[in-house]
């Protein structure tokens, strides 16, 4: 069984960064795929940004993009979320997923098998 812990949230100002983490344990890091969600009140769970493990293509939520990078250290089991340039509409829960399936659709929240308890982020105006 996979687990999955977030940390890194917090408040900040807009225009600032964050950096999130999501430490994993309990399978081979290098063969799982790891992605971050972020869901804000009363919407839907959303995509934001992904790595596959089998091709080590990373993935990006339009209105992420060019600000936001995710990245992942396989000696320490870890995924990072780069958050800069950081809006009062990026405030939400962020979640970090893994899946260890060769083939992944990546931006579906039902494609992941694992997730994090979530870390909230919140920009102020």
């Known amino acids: 069984q996979v687990q999955l812990v977030e940390s890194g949230g917090g408040l900040v100002q807009a225009g600032g960064s964050l950096r999130l983490s999501c430490a994993a344990s309990?399978?081979?890091?290098?063969?799982?795929?790891m992605g971050w969600f972020r869901q804000a009140p009363g919407k839907d769970r959303e995509f934001v940004a992904a790595?596959?493990?089998?091709?080590?293509?990373?993935y990006y939520a339009d209105s992420v993009k060019g600000r936001f990078t995710i990245s992942r250290d396989n000696a320490l089991n870890t995924v990072y979320l780069q958050m800069n340039s950081l809006k009062p509409e990026d405030t939400a829960g962020y979640y970090c997923?893994?899946?260890?399936?060769?083939?992944?659709?990546?931006?579906?929240?039902?494609?992941?098998?694992?997730w994090g308890q979530g870390t909230q982020v919140t920009v102020s105006s």
């Open positions: 790595n596959s493990w089998s091709t080590g293509t990373t």
């Open positions: 309990g399978h081979t890091f290098s063969t799982l795929s």
């Open positions: 997923a893994a899946s260890p399936r060769l083939f992944l659709e990546v931006r579906t929240t039902t494609s992941w098998n694992y």
